[in-house]
């Protein structure tokens, strides 16, 4: 009998495993920062004291998270009706346009809270936009959605550094940027949150879309698992032919769902466009849209697995960058190579470790349900 | 066992001698990376010659993002260090923040500007240096045609590209510029092979100068230009050097100066907030001449280039500066 069709409980293949994925993945880390002459527990406790030893570490901690959040989510609700979105990077970038074109105009005469729902409302809209022609030529023509997402981060680039440079910028600056945003554009820190813990959140830009964030999670399982919607693009997503077979209209779920899905990824824009810097920046994304590919895989795609991998990465992030300030021999390519090693091990190797698990628990399992047997005799 | 305590001895006077001075430099690179051989291995460079010069060590990061950028500052000034130098106009906003916490420490920022009492700005007139080797290349070129590659399209950039073509037509009113940059994304900073991409093009065009200001992407200029036996022109270092008989000249910013400066500066207890533009006058920007390529360059192109730097200090010569209108006449 193969291995690999026998269920496992829930708390095995989404607890232990991927906790065994994850000291492995830090096994060899630790062997690279050792060869490299430092000392691996050295180098560890660095990594966790950066990211959670203060109050403003856990804040930035938070801060990196909550972008992974949203473009996690963004990868996985596309995951889930089949379609591999490589484009949450472009689509958080021209989101980050929607968010910040409502902050410019709202800021100056509504507080904060007024201009939120529409800035939530303008970068997923911009984000789901920038998904949008993608989709329709998935949808339509048949062309990848991996190579058209792909090209349209770059589309989104060139687009966001031609008006940033030539229509936004503020005359006579250097850096390619809006003017920073007054007090009503602006989503406020989450310093009460982190008071409630006797934390202090200092300078870390740790902010309200959190929140929204959270709130996103929720919606998402809502729409997934619990609305003819999400069954519709999960039945697409396991056997697009069976989909259509059963009159699932498949152009109208692959263009929802990559609207969707593009909508979460320009979402991330609120947290460091109008959370972080209070104002836009070129390449303000950095990276986040990609490390969300890494963080829905490791979630398995479902909200509660990107919160707890959006928090690792989180930590890799800014564990990583203090790390590489307390030891210099560890340059900032030696902690790219460490995250390379956890995406690695946690993500795409899910299943080297399975075959094991199956027969140690099924060993285990066998054992108990005999003795149960001869306990009911 | 000796030699450990010899050299523990000599930590300890290190150690001495920093803290009775009271300086503890530290500098925080752009994204590019340290080693760019260009503007941020300028600012290393003049770090390293002071800590050679005065035995005064001094820490270093390199952030790969905004976040980070503004962390490093951060770090570094609550650690105490004095002055934290930051080598990139990506720090400003970054700066404004940490500069306004940390009112007792001592900043530098290098090509922007940061109005704040402790803060010493320090940015450069690129389109005049631009426009001198925007001069040689006009002169060299025989066809008539030179080209530019820039790293990422962004104001920065095209003051040099303005200041160069300015130069070109000085030298030649004729002269046809090709400009070409080559990306939207920071990855132009480092993408040696796209920029050799668009000099190979640009010379099938008929370009015989190339000019690369492309930060680490500039080797790759500098490469295809040799390789197909035309010249090109360096930026931020001289990097002169790197293709003996091929790179006509460079772009010299004073980058390793400013850092050095900076640090001395503090060390002398001399440090002045406000703002410095550094031009031909104040030897800020220069055309890199040395042994390298002393024989591209004729004794007219020379005298060119001296005079053209005379009319800029007298103020005959205008050149006009991109950032001041968003506009490029030429």
């Not at chain 1, 789901?128 to 329709?136: E, G, L, R, S, V």
Request: charged share 15%; hydrophobic share 50%; net charge neutral.
């Amino acid at each position: 009998m193969s291995t690999a069709s026998v269920p496992l409980p829930g708390w095995i293949s989404y607890g232990v495993i991927p906790l065994i994925n994850l000291v492995i993945a830090f096994f060899f880390s630790g062997l690279v920062v050792w060869l490299i002459g430092e000392n691996p527990f050295e180098a560890l406790k660095y990594l966790i004291d950066g990211a959670l030893g203060r109050g403003d570490a856990i804040g930035f901690t938070l801060f990196y998270a909550t972008s992974f959040i949203f473009t996690g989510l963004s990868v996985a609700v596309a995951f889930h009706a089949g379609l591999f979105n490589i484009g949450a990077e472009g689509q958080a970038y021209v989101g980050g346009l929607g968010a910040a074109l409502v902050a410019l105009a709202l800021d100056r005469y509504v507080p904060w809270y007024v201009t939120m729902p529409f800035a939530v409302i303008g970068a997923a809209v911009f984000g789901a936009a920038w998904a949008f022609i993608p989709a329709w030529l998935q949808a339509k023509r048949g062309s990848h959605i991996v190579i058209t997402t792909i090209m349209f981060n770059f589309i989104g680039a060139a687009l966001m550094v031609y008006l940033l440079v030539h229509v936004l910028i503020v005359p006579g600056k250097m850096a390619p940027e809006t003017r920073t945003f007054l007090p009503g554009g602006q989503l406020p820190k989450l310093d009460w949150l982190m008071a409630i813990f006797g934390l202090k959140l200092g300078p870390a830009p740790f902010n309200v879309s959190f929140i929204i964030a959270l709130v996103m999670c929720f919606l998402v399982w809502l729409l997934i698992w619990r609305t003819r919607f999400g069954y519709e693009m999960r039945t697409l997503g396991i056997s697009p032919s069976a989909a259509v077979y059963a009159g699932i209209p498949y152009v109208r779920t692959v263009i929802i769902a990559m609207l969707i899905s593009g909508g979460l990824a320009g979402m991330m824009s609120l947290n460091a466009v109008m959370g972080a810097s209070a104002r836009l920046q070129v390449e303000f994304v950095g990276g986040a849209g990609f490390v969300g590919i890494a963080v829905s895989l490791m979630g398995r795609s479902h909200p509660v697995g990107i919160i707890l991998a959006a928090l690792l990465f989180g930590i890799l992030y800014q564990g990583g960058g203090d790390l590489s300030f307390e030891m210099p021999n560890i340059t900032r390519d030696m902690i790219v190579v460490i995250q390379g090693l956890v995406i690695l091990f946690a993500g795409a190797l899910e299943y080297m470790l399975r075959p094991v698990m199956v027969r140690i628990y099924q060993q285990f399992a066998g054992r108990k349900s005999a003795s149960q047997k001869l306990a009911g005799t | 066992m000796k030699k450990t305590l010899l050299s523990l001895m000599a930590l300890a006077a290190m150690a001495g001698t920093a803290l009775a001075a009271d300086v503890k430099p530290a500098v925080v690179y752009g994204t590019g990376g340290k080693f760019d051989k260009s503007f941020n291995e300028a600012a290393y460079n003049g770090a390293e010659k002071f800590k050679k010069e005065t035995g005064i060590d001094y820490r270093d990061f390199e952030p790969t993002s905004d976040t980070q950028g503004e962390q490093a500052l951060r770090n570094f000034a609550s650690r105490g260090y004095n002055p934290v130098v930051a080598v990139s106009f990506a720090w400003t906003s970054a700066l404004e923040k940490v500069a306004g916490e940390f009112p007792d420490t001592k900043f530098y920022i290098i090509d922007s500007v940061v109005d704040l009492k402790n803060v010493h700005s320090i940015v450069y007139k690129e389109e005049e240096g631009s426009y001198l080797v925007g001069l040689l290349a006009g002169m060299k070129a025989k066809s008539g045609k030179v080209g530019f590659v820039g790293g990422m399209d962004i104001p920065l950039i095209r003051k040099f590209a303005c200041g160069y073509a300015q130069g070109a037509k000085a030298a030649n009113a004729k002269t046809e510029v090709f400009q070409n940059m080559i990306g939207t994304t920071g990855a132009a900073w480092n993408d040696p092979v796209r920029a050799g991409e668009l000099t190979k093009n640009q010379i099938d065009q008929g370009a015989e100068v190339i000019y690369a200001a492309a930060g680490a992407s500039g080797l790759g200029v500098l490469q295809t230009a040799a390789d197909n036996k035309k010249f090109s022109i360096g930026v931020d270092s001289n990097q002169n050097y790197l293709h003996p008989g091929s790179v006509l000249t460079s772009m010299v910013k004073g980058v390793d100066l400013a850092v050095y400066n900076a640090f001395s500066d503090v060390k002398n207890d001399k440090f002045a907030a406000g703002t410095q533009a550094l031009g031909i006058k104040e030897g800020g920007v220069s055309a890199a001449l040395d042994d390298s390529n002393k024989s591209l360059i004729t004794p007219e192109m020379l005298a060119a280039v001296e005079k053209a730097k005379a009319d800029i200090i007298a103020g005959t010569v205008k050149v006009h500066d991109y950032m001041s209108d968003n506009a490029c006449p030429m």
